[in-house]
T-cell receptor
Framework: ELKVEQNPLFLSMQEGKNYTIYCNYS?????LYWYRQDPGKSLESLFV?????AVKQEGRLMASLDTKARLSTLHITAAVHDLSATYFC???????????FGKGTSLLVTP | NAGVTQTPKFRVLKTGQSMTLLCAQD?????MYWYRQDPGMGLRLIHY???????AKGEVPDGYNVSRLKKQNFLLGLESAAPSQTSVYFC???????????????FGQGTRLTVV
């Protein structure tokens, strides 16, 4: 069974600071996705990582994938309030179909 | 494009009542999924379908049934609702997977269901 663990689950950070969210998974996979969810809303795709060493950046967010370590990171640079949301990582197993989600990281950026 | 559309958006049921949630996608995706989201639990897969006429159980299938009679629609049924089924339900769809191609999932806006 594929297990996906995110940490931290809750994160309060000041504007302008940097931080990293970690996503570990338990079995081999080379498909890793990051989603953002605002309160009461649906999930919005942020990044798609499909190979070892993949790195994607969008604005203040950068995601990377290390398939050998079974680890993905979502790095936040110089946080702003608009980044406050819940971030999910999801892993697609090599022998399966559906994505397995972590429990999410609830991020609050304060002035 | 509408993408993935779920109906209804909100519903309150009494224990024992039945209902069907409808999911429709206009992206010609092969795969469709139903997830439920509960506080602190992330998203858990209820059932999924890899093509028209096929369905399979996910992580938490008990108390739910599904049907995929048409490629664009995926229905989730609750035959006898229980308070434990109070949740937010998300439908998603994705492309076929062949040898490692992207299976990024696109989500509907969710259905907030309360069972009293």
């Amino acid at each position: 069974e594929l297990k996906v663990e995110q940490n931290p689950l809750f994160l309060s950070m000041q504007e302008g600071k940097n931080y990293t969210i970690y996503c570990n998974y338990s079995t081999t996979s080379d498909r890793l996705y990051w989603y953002r969810q605002d309160p009461g809303k649906s999930l919005e795709s942020l990044f798609v990582l499909l190979s070892n060493g993949a790195v994607k950046q969008e604005g203040r967010l950068m995601a990377s994938l290390d398939t050998k370590a079974r680890l993905s990171t979502l790095h936040i640079t110089a946080a702003v309030h608009d980044l406050s949301a819940t971030y999910f990582c999801a892993v697609g197993p090599n022998s399966g179909y559906a994505l397995n989600f972590g429990k999410g990281t609830s991020l609050l950026v304060t002035p | 494009n509408a993408g993935v559309t779920q109906t209804p958006k909100f519903r309150v049921l009494k224990t024992g009542q039945s209902m069907t949630l409808l999911c429709a996608q206009d992206m010609n995706h092969e795969y469709m999924y139903w997830y439920r989201q509960d506080p602190g639990m992330g998203l858990r897969l209820i059932h999924y379908s890899v093509g028209e006429g096929t369905t399979a159980k996910g992580e938490v299938p008990d108390g739910y049934n599904v049907s995929r009679l048409k490629k664009q629609n995926f229905l989730l049924g609750l035959e006898s609702a229980a308070p434990s089924q109070t949740s937010v339900y998300f439908c998603a769809s994705s492309y076929s997977w062949t040898g490692g191609l992207n299976t990024e999932a696109f989500f509907g806006q969710g259905t907030r269901l309360t069972v009293v």
